[in-house]
C-alpha cells in the first residue's frame, strides 16, 4: 500500500506494515544547502475509499486490519465465508465523540440477514448464512470522529456432525440412556435452517426435551412415529423452550424439531430425559422432606439422582409423601441448584399458612413434572422463587388453592389441572413475567 503526504508530494512505500499508529520523522535535504526535519504520528490502515454501496465494496480477508475514518459514513465490504463462520468485529474510536455503530450482512444477492447495532468498544457477532460463502456486511457509524475496526472471522460449529437433517426422512437417529446428558454445539446454518432427529420410546414411556442456550429465537416441536404433532413450544426471543410427554401412546420413533424462527444462524444446544416406564415401578413412601441450600443429605437416597447442574439436575421420583398434617410434605428452600420433582404423590400437609403439597422458597431452577398435590392446603405453594416450572401436575380438592405464586416472578405454569379446590385453582399475586 503507499502513503500520500500532502507536504511535499511524494509518494512513500510502506508495504510490509502492520496496522497501527506509527511516529514519522523526515530528515532531507533539497541539494541547495537547505535542510527539512518534521516529524508526525501516522496511522497505517486499509481504509479503500470509496466504498459506499455494494458496487464498490472492498474485498477482505479473514484476520486483516484496516482503519475506517467514518465521519457520518457507511463503508461496504464482501468476503468468504464457510457457512459455519462468523465475522467478529472489534470496535475502537480515535477522537471525536463516542457514538456507536450498525453493523449489516447481507448474502451475495445483497439481501440482509443479519443486522446489529453496538458501541464501538464491543465484539458485535454476525452469522454467516449464505450457501455459496460470498458475503457483503456494511458499517454504518453516522458520528464524528475516527472509527477503526479490526476482523477476525470464528469457527461456531466444531461439534455438529449431526447435519445433513432437513426433514422427517433424513431425521438424525438418537441414542440415549435417558440420563440428561446434553448434546451441545448444534447448528442452525443457514438462516432458516431446520433440524428433526428421532429417538424411539416404547409404550408408557416419558420423555422431557429442553432447548437452550440458544442465539436467537428459534422453536421445538416433538412429533408421533407417524409425524402427527403432539406439542410443541414458542416462547418469544432466546428464551429456553421446553416439551413434555408422558405415557406414550405407541411404541416407536418419535421426532424432535428444532426450527428458526427468526432467520438466524447459530449455536444451540439439547438436553434430553427420557423415563423409562417400568410395569410396577417401586414408590418410596417416606417422611417429609425439607433441603435447605444443601442436597447432599439426599442424593444417596434411592430416589435421588444427579448432580444438580443444568445438564444434569437433581431427579426426585416415585416418591409418596404423607404430611401427617403439619408442615408441608416436600420444601425446597434457599437453593440455586437445578432439580426436577417428577411423577411423585404429596398430600396430607398441615393446614396454615403456606402448608402445601410441594413448598418453594427463594428457590431458582426447579422443575415439577406430573406429580399429583390434591388434598393439602395448598398443592403448589411458591413464594419468592423464580425461573422454576410446574407443567403438567394434578392439584384438586386443596383446602386453599391447587397453586400459590406470590410473589415470584419467571416461572412457567403450563397444562395443570387445578379444580374443586375451595378457594383458588391457581393463583398468582405481585408476580411479574410469569407464563
Same mark, same amino acid.
Given at each position: 500500500m503507499g502513503l500520500w503526504s500532502s507536504d511535499n508530494d511524494i509518494m512513500h512505500s510502506l508495504d510490509g506494515l502492520s496496522c497501527g499508529y506509527y511516529n514519522i520523522s523526515i530528515d532531507a535535504d533539497d541539494g541547495k544547502g537547505a535542510v527539512y526535519k518534521d516529524s508526525f504520528n501516522l496511522y497505517v490502515g486499509y481504509d479503500i475509499e470509496p466504498n459506499d454501496n455494494f458496487k464498490? $465494496?472492498?474485498e477482505v480477508i479473514g484476520t486483516i486490519e484496516w482503519s475506517g475514518f467514518a465521519w457520518w459514513e457507511t463503508d461496504f465490504y464482501n468476503i468468504s465465508l464457510n457457512p459455519s463462520e462468523v465475522l467478529e468485529l472489534v470496535f475502537g474510536n480515535e477522537g471525536g465523540t463516542l457514538g456507536s455503530a450498525n453493523i449489516s450482512i447481507y448474502n451475495d444477492q445483497h439481501v440482509l440477514l443479519n443486522t446489529t447495532t453496538s458501541d464501538h468498544i464491543e465484539t458485535i457477532y454476525l452469522n454467516a448464512t449464505s450457501l455459496n460463502g460470498i458475503y457483503y456486511f456494511s458499517v454504518d457509524y453516522q458520528d464524528s470522529g475516527e472509527l477503526y475496526y479490526n476482523l477476525t472471522v470464528l469457527n461456531t460449529s466444531p461439534g455438529d456432525n449431526l447435519e445433513l437433517n432437513n426433514d422427517f $426422512? &433424513? $431425521? &438424525?437417529?438418537?441414542t440415549l440412556d435417558g440420563s440428561g446428558n446434553p448434546i451441545e454445539q448444534? &447448528? #442452525?446454518v443457514p438462516a432458516g435452517d #431446520?433440524?428433526?432427529?428421532? #429417538?424411539?420410546?416404547n409404550q408408557g414411556d416419558n420423555i422431557y426435551v429442553l432447548l437452550w442456550n440458544l442465539p436467537a429465537n428459534y422453536d421445538l416441536a416433538l412429533f408421533y412415529p407417524n409425524q402427527a404433532l403432539i406439542v410443541e413450544s414458542k416462547n418469544s426471543g432466546t428464551m429456553d423452550d421446553q416439551v413434555l410427554y408422558?405415557? $406414550?401412546y405407541i411404541s416407536g420413533n418419535y421426532y424432535i424439531r428444532v426450527s428458526d424462527a427468526q432467520n438466524y444462524a447459530g449455536i444451540y444446544n439439547l438436553t434430553i430425559y427420557i423415563y423409562i416406564a417400568v410395569p410396577n415401578p417401586p414408590i418410596w413412601e417416606i417422611p417429609p422432606v425439607t433441603i435447605n441450600n444443601n442436597w447432599s443429605s439426599y442424593v444417596s437416597e434411592d430416589w435421588c439422582s444427579g448432580? @444438580? &447442574?443444568?445438564?444434569n439436575p437433581y431427579v426426585i421420583q416415585n416418591v409418596s409423601i404423607d404430611g401427617g398434617g +403439619? @408442615? +408441608?410434605c416436600f420444601s425446597v428452600l434457599n437453593s440455586r441448584d437445578y432439580f426436577v420433582i417428577f411423577n411423585s404423590t404429596f398430600y396430607n400437609s398441615g393446614s396454615v399458612g403456606y402448608d402445601a403439597g410441594i413448598y418453594l422458597e427463594n428457590t431458582t431452577h426447579g422443575t415439577l413434572l406430573t406429580n399429583n398435590c390434591s388434598l393439602n392446603n395448598h398443592g403448589i405453594c411458591s413464594i419468592q422463587s423464580f425461573n422454576n416450572t410446574f407443567e403438567d401436575?394434578?392439584?384438586n380438592n386443596n383446602s386453599y388453592s391447587g397453586i400459590f405464586i406470590d410473589p415470584s416472578d419467571f416461572n412457567t405454569v403450563i397444562l395443570n389441572n387445578a379444580n374443586f379446590n375451595n378457594l383458588y385453582g391457581i393463583y398468582i399475586e405481585e408476580s411479574n413475567n410469569n407464563r
Open positions: 464498490d $465494496a472492498v $426422512a &433424513t $431425521a &438424525t437417529p438418537l448444534l &447448528t #442452525i #431446520i433440524d428433526y432427529f428421532k #429417538i424411539h420410546l408422558n405415557n $406414550a448432580l @444438580g &447442574t443444568y445438564s +403439619s @408442615g +408441608s401436575n394434578l392439584a
